[in-house]
C-alpha cells in the first residue's frame, strides 16, 4: 500500500512570482510570460505596485502589500517565493523573515555566486534598468558585494520608458538593441568584467543578443530559479 501526504491546494507548481501591476508587454523570455519556463509556476499581482513606484519611487509603503501576496501563494502550496524586479530586493530581508520558504527578491542575489567563478582580476558587473535610483541599500539587501560595477540602459531610451511608464505598446526590436547598446558600453569602460548579471526581470528575452555582442557569459532571474526549480 502506497500512503502520500496532502496539505496543499495545488501541487506540481513550486515557484511563485509576485507580479507588479503593470500593463506593458511581456514577451517570451520576460519573467511574466508563463511561456518563459519549462516548469509551472504560479503568478499573483501585487496591486498599486506599478514599475514607477517601485524602481523611480523604492517601492515606498508596498511590503506589507508584498508580504500578504506571498502569504497567499505559500498557503496555496508554493515552496519558493520571487519577484519580477530585481529592485524589490529592499524587501529580502523583512520577506524572508515572515514567509515560511525561501525567497528570492531579485537576480542581484547571484553576484557572490558568480563572482566566486569568475578568473582573478575578472568582475560580475550589473546591468539595471534604472541606474540613478539603484542604491547601495538595493545591494546590500542582497548582498551584493562592495564595489561591484553597475552599468543602465540610456535613460529615456525605448527599453526604459516603455517599462518604467507602464506602455502598453513596446518596439521589441529597439528594445533589444538598447539592452546590447548598454551591455557594450558596459564592457568598453569596464575591461575588468567578466560576466554580465541583468538586475531587470524584462531584459532575459535580449541574453542572447548580449552574450553574442560582448563575448560573456549573462546571468538573470531566469538562469537563477533554473536552479531553483532543480532544487525543488
Given at each position: ?215 560573456l557569459p ?9 536552479w531553483v526549480?532543480?532544487?525543488?
Amino acid at each position: 500500500m502506497t500512503m502520500i501526504k496532502g496539505g496543499k491546494a495545488v501541487y506540481g507548481a513550486p515557484i511563485g512570482i509576485l507580479m507588479l501591476d503593470a500593463r506593458f508587454p511581456r514577451i517570451p523570455g520576460d519573467m511574466g510570460n508563463a511561456r518563459t519556463w519549462p516548469f509551472p509556476v504560479r503568478y499573483k499581482v501585487v496591486r498599486g505596485a506599478s514599475p514607477d513606484h517601485v524602481v523611480r519611487r523604492s517601492a515606498e509603503g508596498l511590503l506589507p502589500a508584498f508580504i500578504e501576496a506571498g502569504r497567499e501563494l505559500v498557503d496555496d502550496g508554493v515552496e519558493v517565493i520571487t519577484t519580477n524586479c530585481g529592485f524589490l530586493s529592499l524587501f529580502q530581508m523583512e520577506m524572508s523573515e515572515v514567509l515560511d520558504v525561501p525567497v528570492v527578491t531579485s537576480a542581484m542575489m547571484q553576484a557572490v555566486p558568480i563572482q566566486a567563478m569568475l578568473p582573478p582580476g575578472r568582475r560580475v558587473g550589473i546591468l539595471t534598468i534604472c541606474r540613478e535610483t539603484l542604491t547601495d541599500a538595493h545591494l546590500d539587501a542582497v548582498g551584493v558585494p562592495e564595489g561591484t560595477p553597475i552599468w543602465g540602459v540610456g535613460t529615456g531610451c525605448e527599453f526604459q520608458r516603455a517599462l518604467l511608464d507602464d506602455d502598453s505598446e513596446l518596439d521589441v526590436e529597439q528594445a533589444g538593441q538598447d539592452v546590447v547598446d548598454a551591455a557594450v558600453s558596459f564592457v568598453e569602460n569596464r575591461h575588468d568584467l567578466g560576466a554580465i548579471l541583468f538586475e531587470c526581470t524584462n531584459m532575459p528575452p535580449y541574453a542572447r543578443q548580449v552574450r553574442e555582442a560582448t563575448g560573456l557569459p549573462v546571468f538573470s532571474i531566469e538562469s537563477c530559479l533554473h536552479w531553483v526549480a532543480a532544487a525543488l
